[in-house]
Every structure is written in structure tokens, then in C-alpha cells.
């Protein structure tokens, strides 16, 4: 089939992708935007999930679902090496204009805090050449969201865009991708000022996605966080959402599936968004006819298993040092023992079969291990291996979800480092 049209390709013809089994979020954020739109108050939300669930991809058709209800919008990537101060006043500026508020003193009065605002990300020292200038045509505001607080400037920011939002009948939201690598002074801000916008019941939300361990990180920075969000766990998809991711683009395009291959493609993904559109494009440019069949995606498999170790798993192992790479490793044989069916079989690769497909989803693993384990793995004591641990948290790469335990980011990873990885 032609790859010119391959649906599955990043940006294929610029179509965002298959947003399948997402419908019970969808509906849920209309039902916040309605409500907010009447004047009640209602919780910001954050979404969680694994690395390759499809957050970025549900975040941004939240944010469409805003555009369509004339909301103001704004989203940025959070960064660990970045400061709030500057992407929030980004998104702040662009919320501000897709308000549709005729520019007037009101308008103008707004835009000028948002860039005393963001105009405190340098220090009041620095020469004007390190100054960020945010692209604000007009005077910044003194005594509004300047103080150099970022906890009082945000309340004071979104106070403010609230209120010229408020006057239009409309409503604001800010969208954060990767919020757990927010600086936990940003994160307390953040929620401090999502705690007052609630008592006002001005219409602004902000709406997160980030890993599994964004709940706790958000509850160790303000207590009363779990009351501030409505949390949604977003997980793999299920088996009719998953045909569906791979069925309703290839439609588009006059090609079908036939259940066998819908079977296969499930057997292999385990319903995990990325991997369905990571097989899916190497499917389309394999199989010669359509409908594609179980014995094309057999074929197409290694192909796509090779690209998902250098661009998916790859690249994040690479990020590790020798030490970090060690615990990785360790994790990765802790969370094989004692599940069931995870013996290597004859061919020496986990889940494969006599083509020699890693084939990650086929086997069984432990989501989360005990720190206890992983030392007991490597020989050494739990303490003495804090270093690493840490630093592949702040890294991205594993997760804590409750004291003691510990789990990789992204799905199948342990299968990836107990066979390319290691042969490599």
C-alpha cells in the first residue's frame, strides 16, 4: 500500500491521530466546561498514565473541545530545567487572545500583568540584554503579579484572566504536558492558585498530564491537592478501542483488517496507543494488498520492533548512566521473577516464536518491584543504591508510586533491556 498515505505515519496529512476509547474523558471535560460556564465551581483535572497511553493526544483534544467552546487556551511542555514563570506567562498571553475581548483599557490592563508577570524571570539586577521580553505590546503593569513570589503572582495572574474572561461569558484553561517535572515551588504555586480560582469561582482550570507519580507529587507540595484535582487514570486501551485506533484511519484510506490480524496486532501492542501506531505504520508499508492480514503484521513485526527500540526504548536507555543502567537492568530481572509464563523459550528470546519477534505485550511481568528486591538482584544494600534510583525519577525513566516500590515509565520496557538491550 502507498506510504504516501500511510494514516498511521506522525502528521499524516496533518490528521491528529485515532483518538479511540477516550469518550468517558471527552464527555467528562464538556460536563467541566458546561458547568464552569454556569458559574459553579468545579476541579482542575490531571491525567496520568504510562509513556506511550496517548496523554499528549487526549490533552490537546481536551484543548480543542475548550477552542470549540470559545474559551481562551493556552498549553506548554513543563521542563525540569525550566522556571514556571516563563511558559505559564506564554500560555497566559495566548489565552488572553483567543478570548476575542475587543482590545480596550480593560484588555490591555490584563496583558500588561501578564508581562509584569513574566518580566520577574530574571532578577531585578539583570541587564536588560538578559531580560525575557514576552512580545507584550504594551506597558507592563506595576504592583499586579510582580512581587518575584510566584506563589502571590500566580493567584494574582489568574485573578486577573479570570476576571476579563468572566466579563465575555467565557472561561480559561491551561494546559500543562510532563507536570511532574515541575520545580516543587511551581508545583506549590500552581496549587495554591488552583485552590484560590476554586473559592472565587472565576472561570479559569488548569488541566495536567504527566506519569503515574504526578499525584503524589502534587500531595507532597500542598496537602489539600487531592481535594484541588479530578484525577483520570489513562490506561492502554481496550480491545474494541484498540481495533478501532487501527480500523477507522485505514477506512479512511479503503483498506480493512481481517479479525486474525486484529488479533495479532492486539496479541503484540497489549492495546497501548503508541505501539498500535508504531505497528500500524510499518503494517501499512509491508502488507501489498489489502485487507492486511495476521501474516503481514508477522512480517512487519521485527521491523517495527527494531524502530521501537531505537526511537521508544532506545533513547531513553541511552539517557541513563552505566550505574543507572545497572539498576534499570536489575529492575527488569526483579519484575520477571515469579511471573508466571516469563521463562525464555527455546529461540532465547522472551515471547518469541520461530520468526524470532520479541513480541514485549506476550509476556507476563510485575508492574511495580520492592527497592528491596532490586538490591537483592545486584548484590548490594537498598541505601547504596538511592543515588540511581533518584536520579532516574527525576529522569523519567522509573516511578514511584508508593513507598518501597518502584516501576519503569514507559510499558514493556523490563522486555526491552532483558533482550535488545542486553544482545546489544
Known amino acids: 500500500m502507498d506510504p504516501i498515505t500511510n494514516p498511521y505515519a506522525p502528521g499524516a496529512g496533518q490528521r491528529p491521530p485515532e483518538l479511540a476509547g477516550r469518550d468517558e474523558q471527552l464527555r467528562t471535560f464538556d460536563v467541566v466546561l458546561e458547568r464552569i460556564a454556569r458559574g459553579r465551581s468545579e476541579r ?97 503593569v506595576t504592583g499586579r503579579a510582580d512581587s518575584g513570589d510566584i506563589e502571590i503572582d500566580l493567584v494574582e495572574l489568574f485573578t486577573d484572566i479570570g476576571g476579563l474572561a468572566a466579563d465575555v461569558g467565557k472561561g480559561v484553561a491551561i494546559f500543562i504536558d510532563e507536570m511532574q517535572d515541575l520545580d516543587p515551588e511551581d508545583v506549590s504555586a500552581l496549587c495554591a492558585a488552583c485552590h484560590e480560582i476554586s473559592q472565587s469561582g472565576l472561570p479559569v482550570i488548569v488541566v495536567g498530564a504527566g506519569l503515574p507519580h504526578l499525584p503524589a507529587v502534587l500531595s507532597a507540595s500542598k496537602s489539600y491537592s487531592e481535594r484541588l484535582f479530578r484525577y483520570s487514570r489513562i490506561d492502554r486501551l481496550p480491545r474494541e478501542a484498540a481495533d478501532q485506533a487501527l480500523v477507522g484511519p485505514a477506512a479512511e484510506e479503503q483498506c480493512e483488517f481481517t479479525p486474525e490480524a486484529l488479533d495479532e496486532m492486539y496479541s503484540i501492542t497489549a492495546g497501548y496507543p503508541y505501539f498500535i501506531q508504531a505497528y500500524g505504520k510499518v503494517v501499512w508499508d509491508v502488507a501489498p494488498t489489502s485487507p492486511v492480514t495476521a501474516q503481514d503484521i508477522r512480517v512487519a513485526a521485527p521491523e517495527a520492533e527494531s524502530e521501537l527500540a531505537v526511537g521508544f526504548f532506545g533513547s531513553r536507555y541511552e539517557r541513563a548512566t552505566p550505574a543507572e543502567r545497572e539498576y534499570l537492568r536489575a529492575m527488569a530481572d526483579a519484575a520477571l521473577l515469579g511471573s508466571p509464563g516469563a521463562e525464555a523459550d527455546s529461540s532465547g528470546t522472551e515471547g518469541g516464536d520461530a520468526t524470532g519477534v520479541t513480541a514485549y505485550a506476550m509476556v507476563g511481568e510485575r508492574e511495580a518491584v520492592p527497592t528491596s528486591a532490586v538490591a ?49
Open 44 to 140: 482542575s483535572i490531571v491525567l496520568t498514565g504510562l509513556r506511550g497511553v496517548g496523554k499528549t493526544v487526549l490533552l490537546n483534544a481536551l484543548r480543542s473541545s475548550a477552542v470549540r467552546a470559545n474559551w481562551g487556551t493556552g498549553k506548554f511542555e513543563a521542563r525540569p530545567d525550566q522556571r514556571l514563570r516563563r511558559p505559564i506567562a506564554a500560555a497566559a498571553h495566548q489565552a488572553v487572545r483567543e478570548l476575542g475581548h475587543p482590545r480596550g483599557s480593560e484588555v490591555d490592563q490584563v496583558l500588561g500583568i501578564v508581562k509584569a508577570f513574566a518580566l520577574r524571570e530574571a532578577p531585578s539586577a539583570a541587564k536588560l540584554r538578559d531580560r525575557w521580553q514576552p512580545g507584550i505590546d504594551v506597558p507592563a
Open 376 to 424: 537483592e538482584v545486584l548484590g548490594r544494600k537498598p541505601q547504596s543504591l538511592s543515588p540511581a534510583r533518584d536520579a532516574l525519577i527525576k529522569k523519567g525513566l522509573i516511578y514511584s508510586g508508593e513507598r518501597g516500590l518502584i516501576a519503569f515509565t514507559v510499558p514493556h520496557f523490563g522486555r526491552y533491556l532483558r533482550t535488545t538491550a542486553l544482545a546489544g
